[in-house]
C-alpha cells in the first residue's frame, strides 16, 4: 500500500491502465478537490475480469507509464492486486478496510463503469463497504443512471452538494459528479495490435 496516516481521506480508482492517459489524471484531480481528498490512489490491475486480456501490455510498464502520467504527489500509484493477489475490486476493498481501517475509502469510477456495475463481482458488497463517487462521462449518463445497479442504489444518492462529505459517510452512499468534460479512453489510444498509440 502507499504511504499513508490514519485519518487521511483516500480516492480510489481502479483500472488496467492500458494506457494510462489523461483522463485518469483529470478524473483525480477533479476528485481531489470535489471530494475533499488527501489522495487518490490509482490500483492497477493484473487484469480486468470482464475484459479481453489479450492486448494488455505488462504490469510493470503500465504502472510506470502510470507514474510518469499521475505527475502529481497526491496522486499514488499502486499494483496492490497482484501483491495480494485478488482478481476482484470487492476483495480488493475487503482487504485495504481490514488492513488500513482508520482511512476513510471512497471508490471512484465513470459513469460508463456505474452502466455495468451490476455485472461486477459481488457488486452489492463493494457499495456496501465504502462509498463510490460517480464520475459523469457523456454520452453515457443517462444509461449509467438508469442502469440496474444505479436504480438499485437510488435511495442512498446524496446531493451532489454534499460530495465533500461522501468519504465521511457510511457505506452505501454514492454521489454522481458532474463537470468534468473529457472523452478519452484507454481503448481509443490503443492500435488494433494492442499497443498504445502514444508510443
Known amino acids: 500500500m502507499p504511504p499513508h496516516s490514519d ?88 482487504y485495504l478496510r481490514r488492513r488500513a481501517s482508520r482511512l476513510r475509502f471512497v471508490w471512484i469510477m465513470g459513469a460508463d463503469n456505474l452502466a455495468q456495475f451490476h455485472r461486477w463481482q459481488n457488486w452489492q458488497r463493494i457499495a456496501a463497504q465504502v462509498p463510490m463517487a460517480i464520475i459523469d462521462r457523456p454520452p453515457q449518463s443517462f444509461r449509467a443512471l438508469t442502469a440496474p445497479a444505479a436504480r438499485a442504489l437510488a435511495r442512498y444518492r446524496i446531493p451532489e452538494n454534499e460530495a465533500g462529505r461522501l468519504a465521511d459517510r457510511h457505506a452505501p452512499a454514492w454521489v454522481f459528479l458532474t463537470g468534468l468534460k473529457l472523452n478519452l479512453s484507454s481503448t481509443g489510444l490503443r492500435n488494433p495490435d494492442g499497443s498504445w498509440k502514444s508510443e
Not at 488527501?38 to 470482464?50: Q, S, Y
Open 7 to 94: 485519518g487521511m481521506r483516500i480516492g480510489l480508482l481502479g483500472g488496467s491502465f492500458n494506457p494510462p492517459h489523461q483522463a485518469h489524471r483529470a478524473i483525480s484531480l477533479f476528485a481531489l478537490k470535489r471530494l475533499q481528498l488527501d489522495r487518490v490512489w490509482w490500483l492497477v490491475t493484473p487484469g480486468n475480469p470482464l475484459k479481453d486480456n489479450d492486448s494488455l501490455h505488462a504490469l510493470a510498464e503500465r504502472a510506470a507509464a502510470a507514474q510518469k502520467m499521475a505527475a502529481d504527489p497526491r496522486i499514488e500509484i499502486s499494483c496492490l492486486e497482484a501483491v495480494i493477489g485478488t482478481r476482484y475490486t470487492a476483495d480488493t476493498i475487503n
